[in-house]
């Protein structure tokens, strides 16, 4: 089992940073792809970015949050952040962890991930 507990959301104006960090449980998080998703009012679950096992050389962006947000992984904390940079209003939504514990490649859909955080408030005011 792993669990997820998912930090840093708030309100924040049109053009200001956020850091959410996501710890997790468990002796294997390493081993472990991990994504961001978030959903927003009305909206399906959609993937922000994700990257892979160990020393995360490989990561996924969504088109609309490239060059804006950056993952990253620290096992040794058994964290993986999110920071997100220039916010804009349609970023608001809940964010959210995710692991999958065959970790060797990116996911990007919300079904392959098999373990989940309770979600995490991120507000952007225009």
């Known amino acids: 089992q792993v669990q997820l507990v998912e930090s840093g959301g708030g309100l924040v104006q049109t053009g200001g940073s956020l850091r959410l960090s996501c710890a997790a449980s468990?002796?294997?998080?390493?081993?472990?792809?991990m994504g961001w998703f978030r959903q927003a009012p009305g909206k399906e679950r959609e993937v922000v970015a994700a990257?892979?096992?160990?020393?995360?050389?490989?990561?996924y962006y969504a088109d609309s949050v490239k060059g804006r947000f950056t993952i990253s992984r620290d096992n040794a904390k058994k964290t993986v952040d999110l920071q997100m940079n220039s916010l804009k209003p349609e970023d608001t939504a809940v964010y959210y962890c995710?692991?999958?514990?065959?970790?060797?490649?990116?996911?990007?859909?919300?079904?392959?991930?098999?373990?989940w955080g309770q979600g995490i408030q991120v507000t952007v005011s225009s």
């Open positions: 995710a692991a999958q514990q065959r970790g060797s490649t990116v996911y990007t859909e919300a079904k392959e991930y098999g373990f």
């Open positions: 468990g002796r294997t998080f390493g081993s472990h792809a």
């Open positions: 990257i892979n096992w160990w020393n995360g050389s490989s990561q």
